[in-house]
């Protein structure tokens, strides 16, 4: 009798193994249906065109089709347009990337303080984040034109008027437009960062010491060390991406300080030269995973050295 009720026992314990399996494939293939358009876009839009500009670079043209080697890279690091493009790129992103991070640091430092109209000043900051870039631009035209408001300024103090798009204070003007647009989301990243540090430790820290500038640098730069490295990595690209606000400003050959390397590879793709695109393209994408490999790794001493 017994061993009768172990096998019966035995028997419905396989079934109930075999339908759970079966409930598990039933599972899989609903969460793969469900992530088939998410997975069909990225090809399409990401992995098939990436795959494209890689066979790009390494032959002579698009339709003989030769395998030539790094030849292409060789005529883009020889082309003055090109060392013009990436050498205006690394200056405004050394340039913007830490503004833009220090200042909105500073600013979050400032409304964490209880101040008054903190809330307000907060919308005010995010404010540039509702507005069309086109009514970004017009205004920022009306500001610096050559008869704009800035040059009226300037006249009242007995200085001539400044071509301010068209001449070498160019990247100036495009700095602060980065600047203007990009300070808000990064002020509330680090704000939102700042409330999640233990308010016990600050108490202890601040037994220990009575120097703030000592318990920022000790204690809060310690514990915002992952924001920071997302806003700089945020920044960072949003500084590669400023194509479309000089565009606007300025068009297709705008003053030579302003020239981008995504002004390179637009003029490179109107004039069909898809070999130099390509190549320039994936040297940007290597530089960028270069930058952010190092961001990675200081980062990550910071928060061993917070663990410890």
């Known amino acids: 009798m017994n061993k009768d009720k172990e096998e019966k026992v035995k028997k419905k314990k396989v079934k109930l193994s075999s ?42 043209n698009p339709v003989t089709k030769n395998y030539v080697g790094l030849s292409n890279f060789i005529a883009i690091f020889k082309n003055e347009a090109f060392r013009l493009a ?13 503004l833009a991070v220090i200042i909105s640091l500073l600013m979050a430092i400032l409304l964490d303080q209880s101040i008054p109209f903190a809330s307000k000043f907060r919308t005010i900051f995010l404010s540039p984040m509702m507005v069309p870039i086109a009514s970004v631009i017009l205004v920022f035209r009306v500001l610096f034109d050559y008869n704009g408001a800035f040059n009226i300024i300037i006249r009242f103090f007995g200085a001539s008027n400044i071509d301010w798009i068209k001449s070498e204070y160019a990247p100036f003007v495009i700095i602060l437009l980065f600047l203007w647009k990009n300070l808000g989301y990064n002020m509330i990243m680090f704000l939102a960062a700042l409330g999640t540090i233990p308010r016990e430790m600050m108490e202890v820290a601040a037994l220990d010491s009575n120097n703030a500038l000592k318990l920022f640098f000790i204690v ?3 514990y915002l060390s992952p924001t920071i490295l997302f806003v700089t990595i945020l920044s960072l690209i949003n500084s590669f991406k400023i194509f479309r ?15 981008t390397l995504q002004h390179f590879m637009n003029n490179m793709f109107n004039s069909l030269d898809y070999q130099k695109l390509s190549s320039a393209a994936i040297l940007m994408s290597i530089v960028m995973i270069v930058i952010i490999l190092i961001l990675y790794i200081l980062e990550n001493r910071f928060g061993k050295d917070m663990e410890d």
């Open 19 to 60: 339908y759970g399996r079966k409930m598990e494939r039933k599972e899989r293939v609903k969460g793969t249906l469900f992530l088939l358009p998410s997975i069909s876009g990225v090809s399409v839009f990401y992995l098939i065109p990436f795959f494209v500009v890689l066979v790009y670079a390494f032959q002579d």
């Open 86 to 98: 990436a050498g205006n790129t690394l200056k405004f992103s050394l340039v913007a990337v830490p």
């Open 220 to 222: 809060k730069i310690r």
């Open 245 to 259: 606000e000089v565009y606007l400003l300025s068009g297709n050959y705008p003053h030579g300080s302003m020239y």
